[in-house]
């Protein structure tokens, strides 16, 4: 949602306020959507029973084998989140699809988008992207024991930071029913401006980027070189995650979801006009 928010925040609002009808339709999931909460579609149908679209659940990634030196990055054959993504694109505008299926088109690009800019989705080292390493050190996980992993953290990185020596949630978690309904104000608007503050996309150089595999390529070089370190270093399970890791990775998660963010409402401002 935030990265959508990002996006909603700085593309054209009447490109923006367009492509939210066209995802109007969307079935399935927690219905109606608009254009943040859109981008949480493809999460949010692995919970529903009547989903149709359980082929998409391994979509959300992309296993690139793990290297020390960040070196190994090749995108492997069959499908993943970059293929998915990619073909998907070149998708959207079929005139076969109805307004549900095209509103699906646009819903998924707005997630994998997201996705793709976060580190542990673009690497694996033989535990599922780090959910298979359990961690201590990070306070308020939910209770739910499939949250205390480094995969986990990483979804949420960019909410915790260190302030007097001790690790701090920033954010709180928005639960399904304090979604976002007026996209100006509230909890998601106010954290994305924060964002865009402190990280100003001009000055990231590769903010105007749109290729897909560069943006796999910075997740994976951020996973090899600092996602993963203290698991290589490490050969104790859990893994504890300190204040000098909590912190780098708050400043890389938050930069990588402003990135996210332009760079998806520059795609959206682009496939909107090849209609």
């Not at 109606?32 to 989903?51: E, G, L, S």
């Not at 930069?255 to 760079?263: K, T, W």
Request: aromatic share 10%.
């Amino acid at each position: 949602m935030l990265i959508a928010q990002i996006a909603f925040d700085t593309m054209p609002h009447k490109v923006a306020l367009r492509i939210q009808q066209k995802l109007k339709p969307l079935k399935y999931g927690f219905p109606p959507y608009n254009f943040v909460t859109a981008a949480c579609w493809m999460d949010d149908i692995k919970r529903d029973p009547q989903n149709p679209y359980r082929d998409l659940s391994a979509l959300h990634y992309v296993d690139i084998p793990y290297s020390k030196d960040a070196s190994r990055f090749k995108i492997p054959s069959g499908e993943n989140a970059i293929t998915e993504l990619q073909q998907t694109i070149k998708d959207l505008h079929k005139s076969t699809f109805d307004a549900n299926e095209q509103a699906r088109q646009w819903a998924i690009v707005m997630h994998l988008v997201g996705d793709i800019h976060q580190p542990l989705h673009c690497v694996d080292h033989d535990d599922r992207g780090g959910n298979d390493v359990p961690i201590i050190g990070i306070p308020d996980l939910p209770e739910n024991p499939k949250t205390h992993n480094l995969h986990f953290f990483w979804d949420t990185a960019f909410s915790y930071d260190v302030y007097n020596g001790s690790v701090r949630k920033l954010y709180r978690n928005v639960s399904t029913e304090n979604r976002p309904a007026d996209l100006k104000n509230g909890f998601i608007a106010w954290q994305a401006w924060r964002l865009l503050q402190k990280y100003p996309p001009q000055k990231m150089k590769s903010y105007a980027d749109l290729k897909v595999t560069d943006w796999a390529r910075e997740s994976y070089d951020d996973a090899c070189n600092f996602a993963y370190a203290p698991v290589i270093k490490s050969d104790k399970m859990p893994v504890f995650l300190d204040a000098n890791y909590v912190h780098g990775a708050h400043e890389i998660a938050a930069q990588r979801i402003v990135l996210a963010g332009v760079r998806l409402g520059k795609m959206l401002v682009k496939l909107d006009a090849e209609k």
